[in-house]
């Protein structure tokens, strides 16, 4: 059954008036929210630590800068900006201690709700607004009077309008525009995991290294390979953007059709769906967060590890040469 979808007109911005609306970080989505607030006609803070690099940016940007325990206190509704594997610390040291009863902890991605990094007392309302975008596009959009949609969703309702909060903090930085969809913490937070890891970046970056690597393997040149595995994956995701898997392939060849139909299913198979699912058991049993959890508390050292073998394969090297040279061919 389709869900409901939200738009600005039904949404009041009644919740936000009147109220100091606290940014903790100012990371992509806390320099989007923040700037969208602002330019909507919110009393925003931006709250900082003292020796942040970040509070230049700010306050260039006109933005009262203060001290994170300070903008914890002087705020209606505090938003925790912070990625999740840094917010655990800071929610413990900088922003517990100065919390009262009624505020709003607002929160962009469910994750350290889940699984109980984070643990907000019970006298707070506990919402999230998660821009289904990055900070940068939530921005720019806002500017050029769209938006990006969002999933909204309440976690603790002490107050008894945490939902009108969540819903005007949506509108009030654009995501209205688009349309906003209700959800859970805990839907929002296996849904987006899972997309990460089986399709939008696991997945994605997966199937890109196998193509490449076949090419290449077979005898072909790295730099055809990059081209037809990469470079070009762009332009078949924006159409896809645009028009929808079926208008996608109303753009393209005969050739390039029959292939996805027919070669496309038996690439990515029934293999595939079971390993996703086992992602997904995975995701929604807690064992992906218990491990990411471990890895990040105990010195990063597979991470790392992973990382740095990863930027030394061969289509990294090939990328950066061929991206260096497209870019003086445009100057």
């Given amino acids: 059954m389709p869900v409901r979808i939200l738009r600005d007109k039904q949404i009041k911005l009644a919740p936000l008036r009147g109220k100091m609306c606290g940014v903790i970080g100012f990371g992509a989505q806390g320099h989007a929210h923040a700037l969208n607030l602002r330019d909507s006609g919110f009393d925003v803070v931006i709250g900082l630590h003292r020796g ?196 996608m392939r109303d753009l393209i060849s005969d050739t390039a059709k029959w292939g996805d139909l027919t070669v496309g299913p038996a690439i990515v198979d029934e293999h595939v769906s079971r390993n996703m699912a086992k992602a997904l058991r995975n995701i929604r049993s807690g064992k992906f967060a218990r491990d990411f959890i471990r890895e990040m508390e105990n010195g990063r050292k597979t991470y790392r590890r992973l990382l740095g073998a990863a930027r030394s394969e061969p289509i990294e090297k090939t990328g950066r040469r061929l991206r260096a040279l497209m870019r003086r061919t445009d100057k």
């Avoid at 700010?58 to 990625?83: C, K, M, Q």
């Avoid at 994750?111 to 907000?120: A, K």
């Avoid at 969703?153 to 909060?165: E, I, K, N, P």
């Avoid at 296996?190 to 199937?207: I, N, P, R, Y």
Wanted: glycine share 10%; aromatic share 8%; charged share 20%.
């Fill in 52 to 247: 942040s690099r970040s509070r230049a940016r700010a306050r260039a940007r006109g933005l009262r800068v203060i001290e994170t325990s300070a903008a914890v206190r002087r705020s209606d509704i505090v938003f925790l900006a912070l990625p999740d594997t840094s917010m655990p610390r800071i929610f413990a040291r900088q922003i517990a201690p100065h919390l009262r009863a009624g505020q709003a902890l607002l929160f962009a991605h469910g994750f350290t709700v889940v699984y109980g990094t984070v643990r907000p007392p019970p006298e707070l309302d506990v919402i999230m607004v998660a821009p289904k975008g990055l900070g940068p596009m939530v921005r720019r959009e806002f500017i050029s009077g769209r938006g990006v949609p969002a999933l909204v969703a309440v976690a603790q309702d002490f107050s008894g309008d945490a939902r009108g909060t969540a819903l005007a903090w949506a509108k009030a930085i654009g995501c209205a525009r688009a349309g906003i969809i209700e959800t859970t913490f805990r839907e929002e937070t296996e849904t987006d995991m899972f997309g990460e890891q089986a399709v939008l970046c696991g997945g994605a970056t997966a199937l890109i290294r196998r193509g490449f690597d076949t090419l290449v393997r077979a005898g072909y040149a790295p730099e055809l390979a990059y081209f037809e595995c990469v470079h070009e994956l762009k332009f078949i995701v924006d159409l896809i953007h645009e028009a929808g898997i079926a208008g």
